[in-house]
Structures are given as structure tokens and as C-alpha cells.
């Protein structure tokens, strides 16, 4: 399979990235490279990534197949543990492949115009190539215990271009919490490891798919660990109830959010339970668990974005709410359906992000109430924003409109409240997304800056992106990517671009999209309906939405304060205080005690050390009688 690939071009598309890591970091400490030198570095090693990623996908389109090259060891103990590093090169690593790349190579070119003046450019560039690096080896390894020291490194680079503007409190803030709460995912994905090995005697992937296919791990032990893996899905795909680290990491640079938070680290929970889908295949409780949660997190996140007027916390929970959707398309149809809008949800989201970013770039606000009229100003942001929108809302023909009615038509198949969620969630969206255009690109302009279009560079790759947000979905019109997979689960409705039109599903969706462009263009654009009073009228849903029901309040009070601070905290300061200050403190007392009585005894008197001479050497006499 892939016989015209050389094997040393599936280890430099994530090799080339490390190196230039490497560079950039040791220019950065060592050389003093330039930060234009590290901008190029990073980028080329990028490209060359994108150009190999592309290749191998399309080989893999030719020609489907799998295969798994063999590496090196990294360390075994006698016949009981071996770990070899090695990777597996399938449909879902080539989807995954170019993905990442094309999405990491245009934020890369889009952070040349937006970080320009930065004073930290060679530690941001240097970031960004460990994390294409860690995302792109992730997703190629062979073994789940190499993914997860992948996964870990995905988190470690989470955190560090979070906080990237660390002088900035609510940044250094922001980048703790999403490192603590996908933490917490991260110990149920580390319980499913061991269960599994401890079941199967291996760490490899194929060995694991082999071992439950064949009967060799218990059903009980399959749900177990199938359910450890979602749970570390959930933290690195902000599900719920693990979804409040997400908001909070737009604090970071626009170019992080369009990278990470939109189209790679978080879509790293959505491909790891897809890579192990034939383990979930085999536990019922393990898929209805990813659907159910997954039809919360969307109709959960799209109810939060309702009401946000910061232009990135609207997109942050968008995302959350499209990878509930992704989740809620595997439990029900299967990795195909999921990876599709895994897919086209990359590239649509991404340029959202870039859009708020040259938004914010020009305008020095998130605040949309601050915004408006700016489709006069900045024509070609407006038009690349709106060409997200539509895509994201599901319009036809742009990409998001096929990847979401393959969900919506496997969550049809049986599931009727799921696919009453699905549909809201599509009209909620719809309104949401349309909400932020009109407020922000329509009316007069009520900012205090002169807003200018962004440059060049920043334009560039949206154009790109706004190309792809269009197009990327045809390439399963008529079901390639379902049979690239070959999961079982192709729908009959993939019958091209137009044939689409022929089922009654298609229509269905169409009208609750434009529902919710209609509603957000009477509310915001023609003044029929008044905001305010719609809020005031629907108080109480409106409270929970504005208060994004409390998480953060109910985190901190039960687990940051009951547990933490009076709980585990206060027991380990009890310990540490009477146990172990108790223990040293005792030992110099004892010590102290000890020399004021030797002091005592040396008082230079013959007698008192003939006393103690005489009671030694009874001592020495007494031990010798009872050991013989």
C-alpha cells in the first residue's frame, strides 16, 4: 500500500516541524536568530509538512489501505513491557494529516500580520512548530501509550500559547484552567491505557482492535476503557461538563484560538474516539454515552453563544457546540460522519476566528457593541466572516452544509430527541452566527478607532479559507470520504451536489437555518423585534444563558473551595503541620533533651563517669547473654 511514498516521508511531516522547534528555541536562546528568520523557519517547515501531509492523503484516495511502519524501541522490560515508537498510516491519519497542516501552515502565514511588533515573535513561532509537531505525531502514532505522551505535549503547548501574553493576569489565569480541567480528562484516558494493556499484554492500536475483536478482553473491560477514553476526549474537546476551560482560552492570541481552539487540539478528542471506534463498536453503553453527551454539549453551548457580545467567546462556544456535534455524529453514525464535519468544521471555524481577529485588529475590541458598519471599512473581512457564517450555519452548498446532514441524518435513524436537538442546535446557529454579522458588519460604526481592512498577510490565508469553507464539503457529495473510510456508515441521500435536494431532510434543515438568519436580521438589522424585551420576556431562560448556567461558580465553590481548599488542602495542611512538622519538631526536642542531659553529665567528676562506664559495659554484657 502507498508503494510510491518512501517511509521516510511519513516521519519528516512531523519531523520538519520538530526541527524547526528546535531551531527557533535554540535561536531564541543561544543565536538571537531575528524573529522574520524564526516567522520563515517556522512556515517553510510548515509548507514542506503541508506538501508531504497532501501528498500522502492523495495516495490514500488512489489507493485506501493501511499501514503500520515500525520504528524504533524505546524501552522494554524483559518479555513483559516493549514500547516501540512507530506510526500507522491510515484513511483517518491522512484526513487528519492534512487537516492540521493546512490549518497550522495559513494561521502560521495570518500570525505574520496580526503578531507584527510582537516582542516575543521567536518563543511564539517556536510554540507553534512544537504544537504542529506534538498534533501531527499524535495523530500518526502507532500505540496508545506514545498518543498519549503526544496528547500530554498537545496540552503542554495548550497552555503555553494560552498564556503566551502572561503579563496579562486573565491569560496566566486562563492558561491554568485549561491545563488543570483537560487534566482531569487526561487521568480517565491514562485508566483506559492500563485497562487495556492490562487486558491485551499490548500498547498498539491494531493489537488492542485485534484482542476485543477476537473475544480476548471482557465486555466489562471494553465499556471500562471506552469510557476512560471519552472521558479524556471530553477535557481536550470541551464537552460537558468539562467545556469551561474553552471560553476562557480566547485570552490568548487570535491566531492560537483559530489554531488550537477551533480546528487541531480540540478536534483531538473527536479523533481519538474515532481511532478507536472499533473498541467503542463493541460496548452500546460506551456509544449511547458519547451521543447523549454530545447532544448536551451542542444544544448547551449554543444556548451560552445566544447572548455573548464578545466577537471570540461567541466562536469559543460555537466550537464547543459543533464538537458536541461531532460527538453526538459518532455515537450514532459512526467515525465517517463525525471526521467529515471534523473536516469542513476546520476550515469554516478557523476563518471565523481570523475574521474576529482582523476585527479586532483594527477596531481594538472584541466588543461587538463597539463594532458595526464595518462591512464599509473592511469589505474583504466582511465577505470571508460571511462566508463562514452561511458555512457554519449549514447553507447550501458550502462545506458545512453536507458534513452536518450526515449527522442529522444518522441522529434521524432512531434517535428522535437527539435529532430534535440536532435541528434546534441548527436553528440556534444559525440565528447566533447572524446575530454577530449584522452587529458587527451592519449598521453605523460605534467604536472611537479609525477601523482600516487588515493586511496582506492576514488576508491572504482568509481568502484561502473562506475557498475552502466553500468547497471542502463536496469532496463527499457523493459519498468519498464515506467510502474512503469504510465504517458502514454511507448514507443514501450522498448523491451529489444538487441530488441532495431530493430528500426531505435537506429542506427540513435549510428552512430551520433560514429561520434563524430571518429571526437575527428582524431583530438586529430591522428593529421589528426589540432585543431588550425578548430578554426581559424569557427572563429566566435568559439568566441561566447569561451566567452560562453557573459552571464556574459551582466549580469553584463545591471542587475549588469544599473539596480543594477545606478538603483535600486543609487535610494535607493538617498532616503537614501535626504529622510531619510534628515528627521534626519532636526529633529536636528529643535532640535538645538529650545534649542538656549529656551537658549535665559532664561535670568533671571521676565518679559519674566511672558510674556511666560501668553501666555501658553492663549493657554490652546483658545484649551479648541474650544473643548467644
Same mark, same amino acid.
Given at each position: 500500500?502507498?508503494?510510491?511514498?518512501?517511509?521516510?516521508?511519513?516521519?519528516?511531516?512531523?519531523?520538519?516541524?520538530?526541527?524547526?522547534?528546535?531551531?527557533?528555541?535554540?535561536?531564541?536562546?543561544?543565536?538571537?536568530?531575528?524573529?522574520?528568520?524564526?516567522?520563515?523557519?517556522?512556515?517553510?517547515?510548515?509548507?514542506?509538512?503541508?506538501?508531504?501531509?497532501?501528498?500522502?492523503g492523495?495516495?490514500?484516495?488512489?489507493?485506501?489501505?493501511?499501514?503500520?511502519?515500525?520504528?524504533f524501541?524505546?524501552? @522494554? /522490560?524483559?518479555?513483559? !513491557?516493549?514500547?516501540?515508537?512507530?506510526?500507522?498510516?491510515?484513511?483517518?491519519?491522512?484526513?487528519?494529516?492534512?487537516?492540521?497542516?493546512?490549518?497550522?501552515?495559513?494561521?502560521?502565514?495570518?500570525? !505574520?500580520?496580526?503578531?507584527?511588533?510582537?516582542?516575543?515573535?521567536?518563543?511564539?513561532?517556536s510554540? #507553534?512548530?512544537?504544537? &504542529?509537531?506534538?498534533?501531527?505525531?499524535?495523530?500518526?502514532?502507532?500505540?496508545?501509550?506514545?498518543? +498519549?505522551?503526544?496528547?500530554e505535549?498537545?496540552?503542554?503547548?495548550?497552555?503555553?500559547?494560552?498564556?503566551?501574553?502572561?503579563?496579562?493576569p486573565?491569560?496566566?489565569?486562563?492558561?491554568?484552567?485549561?491545563?488543570f480541567?483537560?487534566? !482531569?480528562?487526561?487521568?480517565?484516558?491514562?485508566?483506559?491505557?492500563?485497562?487495556?494493556?492490562s487486558?491485551?499484554?499490548?500498547?498498539?492500536?491494531?493489537?488492542?482492535?485485534?484482542?476485543?475483536? /477476537?473475544? #480476548?478482553?471482557?465486555?466489562?473491560?471494553? &465499556?471500562?476503557?471506552?469510557?476512560?477514553?471519552?472521558?479524556?476526549?471530553?477535557?481536550?474537546?470541551?464537552?460537558?461538563?468539562?467545556?469551561?476551560?474553552?471560553?476562557?482560552?480566547?485570552?490568548?492570541?487570535?491566531?492560537?484560538?483559530?489554531?488550537?481552539?477551533?480546528?487541531?487540539?480540540?478536534?483531538?478528542?473527536?479523533?481519538?474516539?474515532?481511532?478507536? +471506534?472499533? *473498541?467503542f463498536?463493541?460496548?452500546?453503553?460506551? *456509544?449511547?454515552?458519547?451521543? #447523549?453527551?454530545?447532544?448536551?454539549?451542542?444544544?448547551?453551548?449554543?444556548?451560552?453563544?445566544?447572548?455573548?457580545?464578545?466577537?471570540?467567546?461567541?466562536?469559543?462556544?460555537?466550537?464547543?457546540?459543533?464538537l458536541?456535534?461531532?460527538?453526538?455524529?459518532?455515537?450514532?453514525?459512526?467515525p465517517?460522519?463525525?471526521?467529515?464535519?471534523? +473536516?469542513?468544521?476546520?476550515?469554516?471555524?478557523?476563518?471565523?476566528?481570523?475574521?474576529?481577529?482582523?476585527?479586532?485588529?483594527?477596531?481594538?475590541?472584541?466588543?461587538?457593541?463597539?463594532?458595526g458598519?464595518l462591512?464599509?471599512?473592511?469589505?474583504?473581512?466582511?465577505?470571508?466572516?460571511?462566508?463562514?457564517?452561511?458555512?457554519?450555519?449549514?447553507?447550501?452548498?458550502?462545506?458545512?452544509?453536507?458534513?452536518?446532514?450526515?449527522? *442529522?441524518?444518522?441522529?434521524?435513524?432512531?434517535?428522535?430527541?437527539?435529532?430534535?436537538?440536532?435541528?434546534?442546535?441548527?436553528?440556534?446557529?444559525?440565528?447566533?452566527?447572524?446575530?454577530?454579522?449584522?452587529?458587527?458588519?451592519?449598521?453605523?460604526?460605534r467604536?472611537?478607532?479609525?477601523?482600516?481592512?487588515?493586511?496582506?498577510?492576514?488576508l491572504?490565508?482568509?481568502?484561502v479559507?473562506?475557498?475552502?469553507?466553500?468547497?471542502?464539503?463536496?469532496?463527499?457529495?457523493?459519498?468519498?470520504?464515506?467510502?474512503?473510510?469504510?465504517?458502514?456508515?454511507?448514507?443514501?441521500?450522498?448523491?451529489?451536489?444538487?441530488?441532495?435536494? &431530493?430528500?426531505?431532510?435537506?429542506?427540513?434543515?435549510?428552512?430551520?437555518?433560514?429561520?434563524?438568519?430571518?429571526?437575527?436580521?428582524?431583530?438586529y438589522?430591522?428593529?421589528?423585534?426589540?432585543?431588550e424585551?425578548? /430578554? @426581559?420576556?424569557?427572563?429566566l431562560?435568559?439568566?441561566?444563558?447569561?451566567?452560562?448556567?453557573?459552571?464556574?461558580?459551582?466549580?469553584?465553590i463545591?471542587i475549588?473551595?469544599?473539596?480543594?481548599?477545606?478538603?483535600?488542602?486543609?487535610f494535607?495542611?493538617?498532616?503537614?503541620?501535626?504529622?510531619?512538622?510534628?515528627?521534626?519538631?519532636?526529633?529536636?526536642?528529643?535532640? @535538645?533533651?538529650?545534649?542538656?542531659?549529656?551537658?549535665?553529665?559532664?561535670?568533671?567528676?571521676?565518679?559519674?563517669?566511672?558510674?556511666? +562506664?560501668?553501666?555501658?559495659?553492663?549493657?554490652?554484657?546483658?545484649?551479648?547473654?541474650?544473643?548467644?
Amino acid at each position: 500500500m502507498m508503494s510510491n511514498i518512501p517511509e521516510i516521508v511519513f516521519w519528516l511531516i512531523p519531523g520538519l516541524p520538530l526541527a524547526a522547534f528546535g531551531i527557533v528555541f535554540l535561536g531564541l536562546r543561544v543565536l538571537r536568530l531575528k524573529s522574520g528568520f524564526a516567522a520563515l523557519l517556522s512556515v517553510s517547515a510548515t509548507a514542506a509538512s503541508f506538501g508531504l501531509s497532501l501528498w500522502t492523503g492523495i495516495s490514500m484516495l488512489s489507493a485506501p489501505g493501511t499501514s503500520s511502519l515500525d520504528g524504533f524501541n524505546w524501552f @522494554s /522490560s524483559g518479555n513483559a !513491557i516493549t514500547v516501540d515508537i512507530g506510526l500507522l498510516i491510515n484513511p483517518l491519519t491522512a484526513i487528519m494529516l492534512v487537516v492540521v497542516s493546512t490549518v497550522s501552515l495559513l494561521v502560521q502565514i495570518y500570525s !505574520i500580520g496580526y503578531m507584527r511588533g510582537d516582542n516575543a515573535l521567536n518563543r511564539y513561532f517556536s510554540f #507553534i512548530s512544537l504544537f &504542529t509537531f506534538a498534533m501531527l505525531f499524535m495523530v500518526m502514532s502507532n500505540n496508545l501509550l506514545v498518543m +498519549f505522551m503526544a496528547w500530554e505535549l498537545v496540552g503542554l503547548c495548550s497552555y503555553l500559547l494560552i498564556g503566551f501574553w502572561f503579563h496579562r493576569p486573565k491569560a496566566a489565569s486562563a492558561a491554568k484552567k485549561a491545563f488543570f480541567v483537560t487534566r !482531569i480528562g487526561d487521568f480517565g484516558f491514562l485508566a483506559a491505557i492500563l485497562i487495556l494493556f492490562s487486558s491485551t499484554g499490548t500498547f498498539s492500536i491494531e493489537g488492542i482492535h485485534q484482542a476485543a475483536a /477476537s473475544g #480476548i478482553v471482557s465486555s466489562a473491560a471494553i &465499556t471500562w476503557a471506552a469510557l476512560g477514553i471519552f472521558f479524556g476526549a471530553m477535557g481536550k474537546s470541551a464537552q460537558f461538563p468539562l467545556h469551561t476551560w474553552l471560553p476562557d482560552a480566547m485570552e490568548g492570541p487570535t491566531p492560537v484560538s483559530a489554531l488550537i481552539h477551533a480546528a487541531t487540539m480540540v478536534a483531538a478528542g473527536v479523533f481519538l474516539v474515532a481511532r478507536m +471506534f472499533p *473498541l467503542f463498536e463493541y460496548s452500546e453503553t460506551a *456509544l449511547s454515552t458519547v451521543a #447523549i453527551v454530545g447532544g448536551i454539549t451542542a444544544l448547551l453551548a449554543a444556548t451560552i453563544a445566544l447572548v455573548m457580545w464578545d466577537i471570540k467567546k461567541v466562536l469559543a462556544y460555537s466550537t464547543i457546540s459543533q464538537l458536541g456535534y461531532m460527538m453526538l455524529g459518532i455515537g450514532l453514525g459512526g467515525p465517517g460522519v463525525a471526521l467529515f464535519h471534523l +473536516f469542513t468544521h476546520a476550515f469554516f471555524k478557523a476563518l471565523l476566528f481570523m475574521g474576529a481577529g482582523s476585527v479586532n485588529h483594527s477596531t481594538g475590541t472584541l466588543d461587538m457593541r463597539n463594532m458595526g458598519g464595518l462591512a464599509r471599512y473592511m469589505p474583504w473581512t466582511c465577505i470571508t466572516f460571511v462566508i463562514g457564517a452561511l458555512s457554519l450555519s449549514g447553507i447550501w452548498p458550502l462545506a458545512g452544509f453536507f458534513s452536518k446532514e450526515e449527522i *442529522l441524518a444518522a441522529a434521524l435513524e432512531g434517535q428522535p430527541v437527539l435529532f430534535a436537538i440536532a435541528l434546534l442546535t441548527v436553528f440556534i446557529t444559525a440565528f447566533y452566527m447572524f446575530r454577530a454579522v449584522f452587529t458587527t458588519f451592519g449598521g453605523s460604526y460605534r467604536g472611537r478607532s479609525k477601523p482600516h481592512e487588515s493586511s496582506a498577510a492576514m488576508l491572504l490565508p482568509m481568502l484561502v479559507m473562506a475557498v475552502l469553507a466553500v468547497c471542502a464539503g463536496w469532496l463527499n457529495a457523493t459519498g468519498a470520504i464515506d467510502s474512503l473510510l469504510d465504517d458502514g456508515t454511507k448514507h443514501a441521500w450522498t448523491t451529489g451536489i444538487f441530488g441532495v435536494f &431530493t430528500h426531505s431532510l435537506t429542506w427540513i434543515s435549510l428552512l430551520m437555518a433560514a429561520a434563524g438568519i430571518f429571526l437575527a436580521w428582524a431583530i438586529y438589522v430591522k428593529r421589528w423585534f426589540s432585543a431588550e424585551r425578548i /430578554s @426581559s420576556r424569557f427572563a429566566l431562560p435568559y439568566f441561566f444563558f447569561i451566567n452560562k448556567y453557573w459552571f464556574d461558580e459551582i466549580y469553584n465553590i463545591i471542587i475549588g473551595n469544599k473539596l480543594l481548599n477545606k478538603g483535600i488542602f486543609s487535610f494535607f495542611e493538617k498532616l503537614d503541620e501535626r504529622v510531619i512538622d510534628g515528627a521534626v519538631n519532636g526529633i529536636a526536642r528529643l535532640t @535538645s533533651s538529650t545534649g542538656s542531659f549529656v551537658r549535665r553529665a559532664q561535670n568533671g567528676r571521676l565518679q559519674t563517669y566511672l558510674l556511666f +562506664f560501668a553501666a555501658g559495659l553492663a549493657i554490652l554484657v546483658l545484649m551479648m547473654v541474650i544473643i548467644s
